[in-house]
């Protein structure tokens, strides 16, 4: 075999692994499930196969699935937002500052040590009815009665803003933390004041990761399951919880199928109009 | 009048003193050079001239002002940076005109002093251009344009030659010196190269540990050196122990063994006016090679053997032993360069001589 020959087999050879995990994890039962959703669920118990399209008029007609689907939106974007404003603040101080770097950045991280599900319980023994809001606020003489302040959209948010402020952080932490301190004096030099500069120069150079944290936030809360069971309350079901209620409590594999397939066409034609109008390749054209 | 004045200027971060009571007076339309290796200052010196870093004592004046209390927005100057700091996300004429927006300049006037600003530093025709699109020479170009563009009060050039490989940092420093000259800006230039400094400066200041070893001249700083850093700093010398034997009107005189007696003019050992120890300093470019056995009668010789030659084309640094010193003899080179081994007389002038007093070494 020539070196050309060798050379040009290399990358295969290297991504083999890791292409047989994609293939087997993701394309083929991604297939089973785009054929599941077109077969039909049988009173009898097994389904019967075949290409239906009943499973795909349900989820697209029925305007239940539609308001759900509207709110998980929502919620993702609301999510997103207050990310973005909680979270731009801190990376810009773990940016800026000298020498603790890593330690803060180690702080950031020390959370995803803690279970997910467990962190987001936690909340119950914070705003729940004989929580430690509840208890203080009532020690305090603030108010006389614990209040529910758990199981509702608010509390979702809070759990999903929980969850994933590290995530925002970090990629505008990337992003601020490549940037140039030059640049801001160079501008001061100019004349532009201190927020003179940091609107001109730092917050637009920022962008590309604000945007990639942010589409990290919204798919990740879009798709979200467990927060709205722990945290929310009956109506506060996310579109995940359409799909676990199909598949496990109703058995219905094809409906769940379509309807996670629903999801998935949604969010993927969200990050391609994204990615169109604040693509990272966009953002990072004047970028050297 | 002067442009820039500080006055006892101290600066500590923690219990490290970066720049030990400088004062200095920078006149209007000069061009001046703060010189000295990393570390020395040069650069913590030019910040608090910029409003980067506050001093920690002492007070800056510009243009008679003080500006301690003024930030560096409103300093209006012009800053260039070696790393060239462009606004990566804008345009060339968006980055030249970025000044320009926070003065009251109409549009028109903003796109004329822009173009006139990009003419100036020849490249008219790269204003729609994002920065990476350009050379490291045509970056630093456009960042003196956005700084000269605001017609600073003073223009800070913080080592703008240093990341430009060699032959183009010799045609940006013609073309720097220039343009400095046709707007007759004061300039203040950081460099660690002690060529850029001769070459542009109308004075320079060299510096080490924070502390000013020296002002004056690019001439009078190279022949004249006050210390042994400068002497040393400044192109290759050669520092000799030697002993002043006596201070006359015009001239000292200077022994070493092996040596001819050699009477230094006054104003070449300002500092020596007492006899006992000193220290000779000789260039290593007047150290002149000459066949063994030439006699001259106008200059001293000593003879030599060359021990070391380093070849760089058209001059080469000759390693020499004269009896127990080792010196270094900078010459062109004519055909050949003298092999290793080669007995020679070397000839000097009294007058490219200096001496300075034996410093204490700490």
């Known amino acids: ?288 | 009048m002067s442009a820039v004045t500080l006055s006892n200027i101290v600066k500590r971060f923690g219990d490290y003193t970066a720049v030990h009571q400088m004062s200095l007076d920078i006149s209007e339309g000069s061009f001046v050079t703060l010189l000295g290796p990393s570390g020395c200052g040069k650069t913590t010196t030019l910040r608090m001239i910029a409003g980067l870093l506050d001093p920690s004592e002492g007070e800056i004046a510009i243009k008679g002002k003080r500006v301690n209390d003024v930030p560096i927005h409103k300093r209006n100057l012009g800053l260039v940076f070696q790393n060239y700091a462009l606004f990566p996300h804008k345009t060339v004429a968006e980055n030249v005109a970025f000044g320009l927006n926070y003065r009251n300049v109409g549009k028109e006037d903003a796109k004329r002093k822009v173009a006139q600003a990009l003419e100036l530093v020849q490249l008219p025709n790269l204003g729609g251009r994002y920065p990476k699109e350009l050379s490291g020479g045509q970056q630093q170009r456009i960042a003196l344009a956005r700084a000269i563009v605001i017609e600073p009060d003073v223009l800070l050039l913080d080592e703008p030659l240093s990341a430009l490989d060699a032959n183009l940092r010799e045609d940006m420093r013609v073309e720097l010196k220039r343009i400095q000259q046709s707007i007759g800006v004061t300039t203040v230039f950081v460099t660690h190269d002690q060529t850029e400094a001769l070459a542009m400066s109308d004075k320079i200041i060299v510096m080490s540990e924070g502390r000013v070893e020296q002002i004056g001249a690019p001439e009078e700083v190279y022949n004249t050196p006050a210390s042994e850093f400068v002497a040393q700093f400044l192109g290759a010398s050669n520092l000799l122990a030697a002993n002043c034997t006596g201070v006359s009107g015009n001239d000292i005189a200077v022994e070493l063994p092996g040596f001819p007696h050699i009477a230094i003019p006054k104003q070449r050992a300002p500092k020596i006016s007492a006899p006992g120890p000193v220290r000779l300093v000789i260039r290593a470019e007047r150290l002149v090679l000459k066949p063994a056995g030439t006699v001259d009668t106008d200059g001293l010789s000593v003879d030599a053997v060359v021990e070391n030659v380093d070849y760089q084309g058209q001059s080469a640094r000759y390693f020499l032993r004269v009896g127990e010193h080792q010196l270094q003899a900078i010459n062109m080179i004519d055909d050949h360069p003298l092999p290793t081994g080669s007995k020679v007389t070397l000839q000097f002038r009294a007058k490219d001589c200096a001496a300075l007093p034996v410093e204490a070494r700490s």
């Open chain 1, 1 to 288: 075999m020539s070196i050309e020959q060798r050379e040009a087999r290399q990358p295969w050879i290297l991504l083999a692994p890791a292409l047989t995990a994609i293939v087997m994890l993701l394309i083929v039962p991604l297939v089973f499930i785009v054929v599941y959703s077109f077969w039909l669920k049988s009173a009898a118990g097994a389904d019967t196969p075949g290409f239906f399209l009943d499973n795909w008029q349900e989820a697209l007609t029925d305007p239940f699935y539609r308001d759900i689907l509207l709110n998980t939106l929502k919620i993702a974007a609301i999510t997103t937002l207050v990310c973005a404003l909680l979270g731009y603040p801190a990376a810009f101080f773990i940016a800026r500052s000298q020498g603790n770097k890593v330690v803060l950045l180690v702080l950031l991280m020390l959370p995803f040590w803690i279970s997910y599900i467990i962190r987001t319980m936690s909340w119950i023994n914070i705003l729940g009815v004989s929580g430690a809001l509840n208890s203080a606020m009532i020690w305090l003489g603030i108010i006389n009665e614990p209040i529910q302040m758990l199981y509702n959209e608010t509390t979702v948010i809070l759990g999903l803003v929980h969850f994933l402020l590290p995530f925002m952080v970090l990629n505008i932490f990337v992003s601020l933390d490549g940037i140039d301190t030059n640049l801001e004096d160079a501008a001061s030099s100019l004349g532009a004041t201190r927020w003179q500069g940091f609107l001109q120069v730092t917050l637009p150079l920022s962008l590309p990761g604000l945007a990639a944290g942010g589409l990290l936030c919204f798919v990740l809360s879009a798709g979200t399951y467990i927060t709205p069971v722990i945290l929310g309350g009956p109506r506060d079901a996310m579109f995940a919880n359409l799909v676990y209620e199909a598949i496990i409590r109703q058995l219905n594999w094809p409906l769940g199928s379509a309807l996670s397939l629903l999801l998935l066409v949604v969010l993927g034609v969200l990050v391609i109009i994204y990615n169109r109008y604040l693509g990272m390749a966009q953002l990072a054209k004047g970028l050297g």
